[in-house]
């Protein structure tokens, strides 16, 4: 009977804590950093794209041919703290695959502080993006010699109230 206690004692500790890290797992949020958005946009390869996009959780959505470039837009349903969100990442080349465009949305993790620590070695210029012109949003612009990389800060009217929008476009020069 003194075993018996513990025991239970020791099965409960053991099944709240496995739910814990359960919902830790859940509620984890990785993004691809700045060096592997670059890789991608490297690939000047839809296909290439697509296996390592749905290695992080994106799932093709929809393709849309334009003039000149095609894009593929991926998406991700995830949960972050009870809160439901959709990432959006769109993969943009050029019908003649010399150049692609990766731009990434999201509202469920701050990308301006995930991704400006990341930009460190990069040049800072003035944004001169349609994005950038909106009183509601902040950009960052930056430029290597291989790629420019737009970082902004969206305030959006939520039905909730005020949120933020995160996007980052990574281009190959």
Do not use: H
């Not at 470039?69 to 009870?82: F, L």
């Amino acid at each position: 009977m003194k075993a018996f206690f513990p025991t239970i004692c020791l099965i409960f500790l053991t099944i709240f804590s496995t739910q814990a890290q359960t919902n830790a797992a859940a509620n984890s949020n990785s993004f691809p950093t700045i060096s592997t958005l670059t890789t991608w946009a490297s690939f000047n390869s839809q296909q290439k794209f697509d296996i390592a996009i749905r290695a992080v959780g994106f799932k093709f959505e929809v393709k849309e041919p334009g003039e000149g470039s095609t894009a593929y837009t991926y998406i991700r349903k995830i949960v972050v703290n009870e809160v439901n969100y959709t990432d959006r990442i769109v993969y943009r080349i050029t019908n003649t695959n010399s150049a692609s465009i990766i731009s990434l949305v999201t509202a469920s993790t701050d990308l301006v502080s995930l991704y400006t620590p990341q930009l460190a070695t990069f040049k800072n210029n003035n944004c001169k993006t349609e994005m950038s012109k909106d009183k509601n949003t902040t950009c960052s612009c930056y430029e290597s010699d291989n790629f420019a990389i737009d970082l902004c800060d969206e305030r959006v009217k939520l039905t909730m109230g005020d949120g933020n929008k995160y996007f980052v476009s990574v281009a190959k020069k």
